[in-house]
């Protein structure tokens, strides 16, 4: 069973810092970790993810996330984060040939100018 | 370009009634899902299609019913709805054992 956890319920920033948003999962085998970013009254759109390969993935508008077997962990990070970037972000698993998708509870950024 | 429409945007219906969410997609995906979404749960997986005809339980499918009559429609049928369904629903298409899902826009449901 793959779980999938997101520690930070709430963030807030000020526009121009860094962030970083931090999800652990938990499965013992080989997974997709991906993020979903949810603007407010919106579906959910699909940032990035990751599978293989170099553990630095690159994600739209300047976002990237960083996999590490031994934390269990896939978190997101943005060196400069603009007020535009104030959503809820979702971490998510899935095991390849699975039927779905396991998403964390959530963690919403605030970005104050 | 690619997409998953919801209709309607937005919903109310009177307990005990029947109400139908529909969606569709133009992404040619086998999977389609149907989640809610409510506050202090996230994302819970009611139902979901491997293809044209087949309906899957997800991990909440109780007082829901599917529908996939096409590769491209898949319907959530709440037949007798209630107070308790008031919720927003989201449906999602994607490739077998993929991650990246695309995401209708969502309809807000309030059953009175």
């Known amino acids: 069973t793959q779980t999938v956890s997101q520690s930070d319920a709430h963030v807030t920033v000020f526009e121009g810092d860094s962030v970083e948003l931090r999800c652990n999962y938990s499965y013992g085998g080989s997974i997709y970790l991906s993020w979903y970013i949810q603007h407010h009254g919106r579906g959910l759109q699909f940032l990035l993810k990751?599978?293989?390969?170099?553990?630095v993935v690159q994600g739209v508008n300047g976002f990237e996330a960083e996999f590490s077997k031994s934390d269990s962990s896939f978190h997101l990070r943005k060196a400069s984060v603009h007020w535009s970037d104030s959503a809820v972000y979702f971490c998510a698993v899935s095991a390849p040939g699975g039927y779905k998708v396991v998403f964390g509870s959530g963690t919403r950024l605030l970005v104050s100018p | 370009e690619a997409a998953v429409t919801q209709s309607p945007r937005n919903k109310v219906a009177v307990t005990g009634g029947k109400v139908t969410l529909s969606c569709n997609q133009t992404n040619n995906h086998n999977n389609m899902y149907w989640y809610r979404q409510d506050t202090g749960h996230g994302l819970r997986l009611i139902h979901y299609s491997y293809g044209a005809g087949s309906t899957e339980k997800g991990d909440i499918p109780d007082g829901y019913k599917a529908s996939r009559p096409s590769q491209e429609n898949f319907s959530l049928i709440l037949e007798l709805a209630t107070p308790s369904q008031t919720s927003v629903y989201f449906c999602a298409s994607g490739d077998p054992g993929g991650s990246d899902y695309t995401f209708g826009s969502g309809t807000r449901l309030l059953v009175i």
């Open positions: 990751y599978y293989s390969g170099n553990p």
